[in-house]
T-cell receptor
Framework: GDSVTQMEGPVTLSEEACLTI???????????LFWYVQYPGEGLQLLLK?????DKGSNKGFEATYRKETTSFHLEKGSVQVSDSAVYFC??????????FGAGTRLFVKA | DTEVTQTPKHLVMGMTNKKSLKCEQH?????MYWYKQKAKKPPELMFV???????INESVPSRFSPECPNSSLLNLHLHALQPEDSALYLC??????????????FGPGTRLLVL
């Protein structure tokens, strides 16, 4: 079945460091891919998405490119801030109401 | 506007209580969802309503009873819960076309504690 695999956390970085959170997927169709972010004590917020191969989603300095050849959708940011500390979920949807989530990666950014 | 609202924000209830969680969206979405999220885990799908009809029930115990009074509102009625039901309950909505790849928008959640 469809699945999403994310790098295990927690990831701890200093402020202004570069961030990469790896995400790979397995899907039978051509999924849309998403990154959601969950700040402490809050619900999930859609961070960015990409709907077809080679699309780049971007928002708030975060980027991810839909790579069909490597079945990946890695999340990147050039310079993280303390306020980026959160849990990041990679997810996919191949059609319909079921979105498949990865396990989540917790990011801590130190001042 | 991509806002989904949920009330209450926090809820403490005993195992014999009856309570309800509420969710509202005004994006014109026709699919609405309930998820349960335990600490340090991804959300787990519980129910999906599409065009105000129950479309998916992920084998959820009957002590959880969903209701969709109209296209903007979604309730989750709780009765005789167990301590292990303590979790963050998230509502989400999407446009509602089952044949399309749906983008789901989440509310802030209700943090439930069952004593």
């Amino acid at each position: 079945g469809d699945s999403v695999t994310q790098m295990e956390g927690p990831v701890t970085l200093s402020e202004e460091a570069c961030l990469t959170i790896n995400c790979t997927y397995t899907a039978t169709g051509y999924p849309s891919l998403f990154w959601y972010v969950q700040y402490p004590g809050e619900g999930l917020q859609l961070l960015l998405k990409a709907t077809k191969a080679d699309d780049k989603g971007s928002n708030k300095g975060f980027e991810a490119t839909y790579r069909k050849e490597t079945t990946s959708f890695h999340l990147e940011k050039g310079s993280v801030q303390v306020s980026d500390s959160a849990v990041y979920f990679c997810a996919l949807n191949t059609g319909g109401f079921k979105t498949i989530f990865g396990a989540g990666t917790r990011l801590f950014v130190k001042a | 506007d991509t806002e989904v609202t949920q009330t209450p924000k926090h809820l403490v209830m005993g195992m014999t209580n009856k309570k309800s969680l509420k969710c509202e969206q005004h994006m014109g979405h026709r699919a609405m969802y309930w998820y349960k999220q335990k600490a340090k885990k991804p959300p787990e799908l519980m129910f999906v309503y599409s065009y105000e009809k129950l479309s998916i029930n992920e084998s959820v115990p009957s002590r959880f009873s969903p209701e969709c009074p109209n296209s903007s509102l979604l309730n989750l009625h709780l009765h005789a819960l167990q301590p292990e039901d303590s979790a963050l309950y998230l509502c989400a909505s999407s446009q509602g076309w089952d044949s399309e790849q749906e983008t789901q928008y989440f509310g802030p959640g209700t943090r439930l504690l069952v004593l």
